[in-house]
């Protein structure tokens, strides 16, 4: 009788942990874009938040590292040379999807980020000799290019610079998740080793592309006339920082937690949450005809993630991520939830 309380006490605690971790994964996951969405518009300097975002998420790894909560691979400059190209188009992912989120409503940035589905098929088969398609995934992928096209359609925000930083954003997302990251997996970096240098080489780069880019002159302006933080802005960038940090370890444990398919599942419940908060929130959001397309695109990519994951089929082992040894961090679900957010470790890692 004692074994058995014993066995339920530690079921119930395992069970609540897995629950919080989550929760707190699709709390911070279905925010995430709205967060950053709400600190672009009051803080409208985006190589700045960007860097800032790096800044906490390399210092949080740091700091946690040494507190002993997490391991992750010290910093050498052979492997950072090696990894500089990975962290050139990550920073690129991060930088053009600010933009896109200065520029353009957070249902643009799910329908652009929804169809590298799409694109990532089409390289690996062209590029990577990787098999067709199966019937079911070329249907997926058919239904999430309609929800795309009917959804610019009927854009009635539609603008060139939104919509070029959304090509942009595309193209960088695409080549990060097809060919940068099988590189950094060859590297034999951790997950957290992954999410350190990811960070800090991106922080290292932020005042170069802040000079290209001309943005280092409105700072200085600003800094100059007291205007940089104000009340809102501060609130907002921090938060959007904290966010930041959060769905990094949100999004490691919960893949330790619980199984591959139910991972992908709540990242697919996350989007919807996204939208809906969206469009509670504020007046920033599409149309209703502009949102049904939205939701084909979405519904594409649950097709889409049924045909290379086999949900509904056998239950899946639980997915155990160990952060001391692994070497992919997840790098064959990309986070699953549409938004990547290889936003598996794109969103995971900064924004």
């Known amino acids: 009788m004692t074994m058995t309380w014993a066995r339920f006490d530690s079921w119930k605690q395992q069970y609540y942990t897995t629950s919080g971790v989550v929760v707190g994964y699709?709390?911070?996951?279905?925010?995430?874009?709205?967060?950053?969405?709400?600190?672009?518009?009051?803080?409208?300097?985006?190589?700045?938040?960007?860097?800032?975002?790096?800044?906490?998420?390399?210092?949080?790894?740091?700091?946690?590292?040494?507190?002993?909560?997490?391991?992750?691979?010290?910093?050498?400059?052979?492997?950072a040379k090696k990894?500089?190209?990975?962290?050139?188009?990550?920073?690129l992912a991060i930088f053009t999807n600010t933009n896109l989120l200065r520029h353009a409503n957070v249902d643009t940035f799910i329908v652009f980020r929804s169809l590298t589905p799409l694109l990532v098929a089409l390289a690996d088969t062209v590029f990577r000799s990787q098999p067709c398609p199966s019937n079911l995934t070329f249907l997926?992928?058919?239904?999430?290019?309609?929800?795309?096209?009917?959804?610019?359609?009927?854009?009635?925000?539609?603008?060139?610079?939104?919509?070029?930083?959304?090509?942009?954003?595309?193209?960088?997302?695409?080549?990060?998740?097809?060919?940068?990251?099988?590189?950094?997996?060859?590297?034999?970096?951790?997950?957290?080793?992954?999410?350190?240098?990811?960070?800090?080489?991106?922080?290292?780069?932020?005042?170069?592309?802040?000079?290209?880019?001309?943005?280092?002159?409105?700072?200085?302006?600003?800094?100059?006339?007291?205007?940089?933080?104000?009340?809102?802005?501060?609130?907002?960038?921090?938060?959007?920082?904290?966010?930041?940090?959060?769905?990094?370890?949100?999004?490691?444990?919960?893949?330790?937690?619980?199984?591959?398919?139910?991972?992908?599942?709540?990242?697919?419940?996350?989007?919807?949450?996204?939208?809906?908060?969206?469009?509670?929130i504020w007046d920033k959001h599409a149309s209703p005809i502009g949102l049904v397309c939205l939701f084909f695109t979405i519904v594409g990519g649950i097709l889409y993630q049924q045909s290379v994951t086999g949900l509904g089929s056998a239950p899946a082992q639980p997915k155990q991520l160990d952060t001391e040894s692994n070497k992919g961090g997840g790098e064959d679900d990309d986070d699953g939830d549409l938004t990547g957010e290889s936003d598996g470790l794109i969103k995971a890692t900064s924004i």
């Open 83 to 91: 990894f500089f190209p990975a962290a050139l188009v990550f920073y």
């Open 140 to 280: 997926s992928l058919l239904v999430i290019l309609a929800g795309a096209f009917g959804y610019v359609a009927t854009d009635s925000a539609f603008t060139l610079t939104a919509y070029s930083w959304a090509f942009a954003y595309l193209i960088t997302i695409t080549t990060e998740m097809v060919y940068i990251k099988h590189m950094v997996m060859s590297l034999g970096l951790n997950t957290w080793g992954f999410v350190f240098y990811n960070n800090l080489l991106s922080l290292m780069m932020a005042p170069f592309f802040s000079f290209v880019t001309g943005e280092n002159v409105e700072i200085i302006a600003a800094v100059r006339s007291g205007g940089l933080f104000d009340p809102a802005a501060f609130y907002a960038v921090s938060l959007s920082c904290l966010f930041g940090l959060l769905i990094s370890f949100f999004g490691f444990a919960a893949r330790r937690a619980v199984s591959a398919t139910a991972f992908t599942v709540t990242g697919v419940v996350n989007k919807f949450l996204t939208v809906a908060i969206n469009v509670l």
């Open 26 to 79: 699709a709390v911070c996951s279905s925010l995430l874009a709205i967060i950053n969405k709400y600190a672009i518009t009051k803080f409208n300097y985006p190589g700045l938040l960007t860097a800032l975002q790096y800044l906490t998420s390399a210092l949080g790894v740091y700091v946690f590292g040494k507190l002993g909560f997490l391991h992750h691979d010290p910093f050498t400059l052979p492997t």
